[in-house]
């Protein structure tokens, strides 16, 4: 599992943005994606997973503004970040594992692989 991100940029606030994350190895439709970002000073936290069957789980903060989505020929999820603000700010990550779970988590010590991240700025 190899992940890599891309999308990331500057916007001013209620822009949009569309990040993406593509895994260059062949386990990527049985992978449970998330999506996490760290802003400066502050804790990595979890704020969109989807798993191998569709089934998804946001962060309170970004309901109904961000959504995450996967294309599976692509080896490839997105997340459509609409609406944002300055708070926004930060490295995103995108994550892996293959574990299996009853439940979605958000929880960093759920993940097992990680990409570079990308930087988000969102400017006021």
């Known amino acids: 599992v190899q992940l890599v991100e891309s999308g990331g940029g500057s916007v001013q606030a209620g822009g949009t943005l569309r990040l993406s994350c593509v895994d260059s190895g062949y386990t990527f439709s049985s992978l449970c994606i998330g999506w996490f970002r760290q802003a400066p000073g502050k804790e990595r936290e979890g704020i969109a997973a989807?798993?191998?069957?569709?089934?998804?789980d946001y962060k309170d903060s970004v309901k109904g503004r961000f959504t995450i989505s996967r294309d599976n020929a692509k080896n490839t999820v997105y997340l459509q970040m609409n609406s944002l603000k300055p708070e926004d700010t930060a490295t995103y990550y995108c994550?892996?594992?293959?574990?299996?779970?009853?439940?979605?988590?958000?929880?960093?010590?759920?993940?097992?692989?990680w990409g570079q991240g990308t930087q988000v700025t969102v400017s006021s």
């Open positions: 989807i798993d191998s069957d569709g089934a998804v």
């Open positions: 994550t892996g594992t293959l574990a299996v779970r009853r439940t979605i988590s958000l929880a960093e010590t759920a993940y097992d692989y």
